[in-house]
C-alpha cells in the first residue's frame, strides 16, 4: 500500500467568464510543478475546451476526460505530459460533447484516484451555476474564486462564494485578477480591502494587469515559466502561499513609471 | 504670453488633480453592496419599497413618526444580514 498522503483537490471557479480561471489554472499549476509538486490539471469546462490551448498542449491531445468516464481509455492514457515539466499532466475536457456527460459522481470518483497519485488536482472550472460547474467543484477540498475588479465579475464571485459554501465547500479564498494599480490610485478601481470587505473572505493573492498574458496565451506558454512579468511573480507567489510559505501580497506600485523611475535614480526609493 | 503659459502649466497640473480624480471606484463600491443584499435577501427594489411602505403603516398606529426621517437599511455586519431601520418619534406639539 502506498504510504504518501493524499493529494489535494482544488477547484478553481468564478461565475462570470472571462475573469482569468484558465489563465490561473495553467499558472498555478505550472508554478506548483516548478516547486516540485506532482500536479494534474483538469478541464472541466465540457464542450468549451482551452486549459489545453494555455498550456500549449492542444496537439498532444488523443482521450479526454469524457473517455475516461466511460472507460474508453484508463486514466494513464488521458493524462497529457507537460511538455516543460515532468510533474505536470493535464487531462483535457471533451471538445465535442455536452456538459451532462460526466455526472457529479463520476467527477468525484475520478478526483479520489488523482488524490492517490497527485499532490495537487487543479480543477478549472466552466462559467457559470450550471450542472458543468456542480461538476468542476464535485470532490473538491478546496475552491479559488477567481474575480476581477469589477462590479459585475465581484457580484457574480458573491453568487458563487454562497454556492460553494453550499455544497460543502467551505472557507473559499480569492483571488483578485487584472488589477490596475494606476486606476486603484485615482480613484476609479475598486481597491483590494474594498473587495475583501464586500465579499468577506480571505485572499490568497492579488495578479495584476499584464500584457505578458496575452503574448504567453498567444504562445501556449504559461507565465511563471518567463521572468521579469509581474503576474507570473503574483502566481509564483500565489503557489508558495497554497505550499503554506508566508508570502506578503505583491507591492503593486509600478516600479516602470516615470516618476518611480526618478525616485529611485535620485535614491528617494 | 507668459500668463498663457503659466495657465496651460497650471491647467496641465490641475487636470491631473482634477480630472484623474473621477473616483469611481466609491460608486462601484456602493452599487456593489447594494447590490449584494438584493441578491443575498432575494428582494427587488420593488419589493423593498413595498415593504417599507407597509412597515411604516403598522409603526404609525402606534407612535407618532416624522415620516421624512424615516431611515431604512439593509446592511451587512460581519457574515450577517441586518435590516436596521429608524424611527423618529415625534415630539407632540404643546
Known amino acids: ?28 499549476g505550472t508554478a506548483l510543478a516548478l516547486l516540485g509538486k506532482k500536479i494534474c490539471l483538469i478541464d472541466a469546462d465540457i464542450g468549451l475546451r482551452n486549459l489545453d490551448v494555455v498550456m500549449g498542449l492542444e496537439n498532444r491531445i488523443v482521450y ?27 487531462l483535457p475536457a471533451a471538445q465535442t460533447r455536452d456538459k451532462d456527460a460526466v455526472s457529479e459522481e ?63 465547500v467551505n472557507d473559499p479564498d480569492l483571488i483578485i485578477n487584472r488589477i490596475r494599480q494606476d486606476m486603484v490610485d485615482r480613484g476609479d478601481m475598486m481597491n483590494i480591502e474594498d473587495m475583501i ?30 521572468n521579469n512579468h509581474k503576474a507570473g511573480e503574483a502566481f509564483n507567489n500565489i503557489a508558495r502561499r497554497l505550499e503554506g510559505e508566508d508570502v506578503p501580497l505583491m507591492d503593486l506600485n509600478n ?8 525616485k529611485k535614480f535620485v535614491g528617494l526609493s | 504670453m507668459v500668463i498663457n503659459i503659466l495657465a496651460k502649466i497650471k491647467d496641465f497640473f490641475t487636470q491631473e488633480e482634477t480630472t484623474e480624480n473621477t473616483g469611481s471606484s466609491s460608486v462601484a463600491k456602493e452599487r456593489l453592496q447594494f447590490i449584494l443584499v438584493q441578491d443575498r435577501i432575494k428582494l427587488s427594489p420593488q419589493e423593498m ?41 415625534q415630539k407632540k406639539q404643546e
Open chain 2, 49 to 89: 419599497e413595498e415593504m417599507k411602505a407597509e412597515l411604516i403603516e403598522v409603526i404609525i398606529k402606534y407612535v407618532e413618526v416624522d415620516k421624512d426621517k424615516i431611515d431604512m437599511d439593509i446592511s451587512r455586519e460581519d457574515e450577517k444580514m441586518a435590516m436596521v431601520a429608524n424611527f423618529p418619534i
Open chain 1, 64 to 90: 479526454d476526460l469524457i473517455d475516461v468516464v466511460e472507460e474508453q481509455c484508463r486514466l494513464e492514457q488521458a493524462l497529457i505530459k507537460d511538455k516543460r515539466n515532468e510533474n505536470l499532466v493535464l
Open chain 1, 197 to 226: 470587505e464586500i465579499l468577506a473572505i480571505d485572499i490568497l493573492g492579488v495578479v495584476p494587469e499584464d500584457e505578458g498574458i496575452v503574448v504567453s496565451t498567444n504562445k501556449g506558454e504559461p507565465i511563471v515559466l518567463s
Open chain 1, 255 to 262: 516600479s516602470d513609471s516615470i516618476l518611480a523611475k526618478f
Open chain 1, 106 to 168: 463520476q467527477m468525484k470518483e475520478l478526483i479520489l484516484k488523482l488524490k492517490e497519485r497527485m499532490d495537487y488536482i487543479l480543477v478549472d472550472s466552466p462559467a457559470g451555476i450550471e450542472q458543468g460547474f456542480r461538476n468542476a467543484i464535485a470532490g473538491a477540498d478546496k475552491a479559488i474564486i477567481v474575480t476581477t475588479p469589477e462590479v459585475s465579475a465581484v457580484r457574480d464571485a458573491d453568487r458563487i462564494i454562497g454556492m460553494v459554501e453550499a455544497e460543502g
Open chain 1, 1 to 28: 500500500m502506498d504510504q504518501r498522503e493524499q493529494g489535494k483537490a482544488i477547484v478553481i471557479t468564478s461565475g462570470k467568464g472571462g475573469v482569468g480561471k484558465t489563465t490561473t489554472t495553467a499558472n498555478l
